[in-house]
């Protein structure tokens, strides 16, 4: 069993900055690739990023590619994820997302482990 708590969302004004911050608890000594999903009102939910268990791999959808970044501290059991320059269409609840994989350097996620979410909000 693994537990996910999101952390980091807030109001912010379109250009500026949020750092999602995602903790993991429980059974986490296997090996899990990780990512973001969101989803806005009236929206289906849609991949944001996710990253391998080596962090050596990342992926990225195209609307938030070169302004986000994730990565993740395995010692923690913390996945991250920096957004830059965020825009009105950013404006979701954002969900941490976890799968066990066999293989380090899967970023593949399908959402085995889904945490509560968090909402981010981009507004002047």
């Known amino acids: 069993q693994v537990q996910l708590v999101e952390s980091g969302g807030g109001l912010v004004h379109p250009g500026g900055s949020l750092r999602l911050s995602c903790a993991a608890s429980g059974r986490t000594f296997s090996n899990y690739a990780m990512g973001w999903f969101r989803q806005a009102p009236g929206k289906e939910r849609e991949f944001v990023a996710s990253?391998?268990?080596?962090?050596?791999?990342?992926n990225y959808a195209d609307s938030v590619k070169g302004r986000f970044t994730i990565s993740r501290d395995n010692a923690k059991n913390t996945v991250y994820l920096q957004m830059n320059n965020l825009e009105p269409e950013d404006t979701a609840e954002y969900y941490c997302?976890?799968?066990?994989?066999?293989?380090?350097?899967?970023?593949?996620?399908?959402?085995?482990?889904w945490g509560q979410g968090t909402q981010v909000t981009v507004s002047s």
């Open positions: 997302v976890a799968d066990y994989v066999l293989s380090p350097e899967i970023t593949k996620i399908r959402g085995n482990y």
């Open positions: 990253i391998s268990w080596s962090a050596r791999s990342t």
